[in-house]
């Protein structure tokens, strides 16, 4: 677990606690005790730090071992200065002490294999595969470096400009740049943040019963007591508000345009069926 996390703090009573049930496990532990950083020491993550770390998200699961993403690491001062400005003015883009792109990528595949339906690389499932594998790898990234005492946060406010992250980066047809991990060594990690009731985003043999807001009452309380105990009484608004608000001020119907430009799910069917259909 890294160092400074409030799970770290006797009673802290912000993080989960673990089913009483459960022997102790580190792993566990450091799962169960996340919460995003944004605030970094000045301090450089070495570069043995740095390769462990993607050395682990290449260890991730993949989708029928097609490993169907790229890590960039961005080193370069005046390209993070552009993340930056491009996920909004979040600082600690420039900051962090590790930035890693992870790009959903299929132009790997479509220059090394020889495949005989070309329009499969260009369907729904494809693009599936490749941003799943991406996500899988990520995750693993950011466990990996919080195990060695980093703390970070995932940045998907550079989607805010697909085009000219694709630009910035050179990213070729089939290559989607989804969001920047960021890492560093924490200068200050927030509580964790409440989650859901598990019933609302778990259930048995059928999807749960989602019924209306009421469902939402306790949670939405814990949510508002939360921010307000962070924010000294500034903000109380609960995740009912908090969710509106972000979905309603980054709608991104962009990156639909560029997924398109870029050769993602532009095809239904496969190239035989295509041709049939034209005799």
């Not at 699961?61 to 890590?71: D, F, G, N, R, V």
Request: charged share 25%; net charge negative.
């Amino acid at each position: 677990m890294y160092p400074g996390h409030p799970a770290r703090e006797e009673g802290n009573n912000m993080t989960e606690k673990i089913n009483g049930n459960i022997p102790d496990n580190k792993t566990i532990e450091l799962l169960m005790a996340h919460s995003s950083c944004r605030k970094f020491l000045d301090r450089p993550v070495p570069d043995e730090v740095a390769d462990t770390i993607i050395r682990c998200a290449q260890h991730a699961p993949t989708s029928s071992y097609l490993q169907a993403y790229t890590i960039i690491k961005v080193k370069d001062k005046e390209k993070r200065k552009a993340l930056a400005e491009f996920a909004g003015g979040q600082e600690w883009v420039e900051k962090a002490g590790l930035v890693l792109l992870f790009c959903a990528d299929l132009h790997r595949l479509d220059v090394m294999l020889n495949i005989s339906d070309k329009n499969v690389l260009h369907n729904a499932e494809l693009y599936t595969v490749a941003v799943t594998d991406a996500a899988l790898a990520s995750s693993r990234a950011l466990i990996a470096g919080q195990a060695m005492g980093l703390g970070g946060v995932f940045v998907g406010g550079v989607r805010n400009e697909t085009e000219k992250m694709a630009e910035l980066f050179n990213l070729p047809e089939l290559v989607f740049p989804m969001y920047a991990v960021c890492m560093g060594y924490p200068e200050e990690v927030p509580p964790q943040k409440p989650r859901m009731d598990i019933d609302m985003i778990s259930a048995e043999d059928s999807y749960p019963e989602i019924t209306g807001r009421e469902q939402l009452a306790d949670y939405e309380r814990k949510v508002s007591e939360y921010f307000l105990a962070i924010t000294g009484g500034r903000s109380g608004r609960g995740w009912i508000e908090r969710a509106e608000h972000a979905i309603s001020l980054k709608p991104r119907y962009s990156v639909g345009e560029f997924l398109s430009k870029a050769g993602f799910m532009t095809a239904s069917g496969p190239m035989e069926e295509k041709k049939n259909k034209t005799r």
